[in-house]
């Protein structure tokens, strides 16, 4: 993510997958953390979202708080 716009791509792109809640994104970090519904979608699934928006990614996993 280079522009101001991209974390707006990249928010949009996960936010349609189905069983997302929650997406926050940030530019400066190269991060977005998801909220989603492990029953309805997959990690794979939202990585996918995000590739096929032009913003390749990887999964680093955590735990829900």
Known sequence: MTCAACPIT??????RVPGVT????SNEEKQATVVFDDTQTTVAALTRATTDAGYP??????TAK
């Open 10 to 15: 990249v928010k949009k792109a996960l936010s």
């Open 22 to 25: 929650e997406v926050s994104v």
């Open 57 to 62: 990614s990887t999964a680093v996993t955590g």
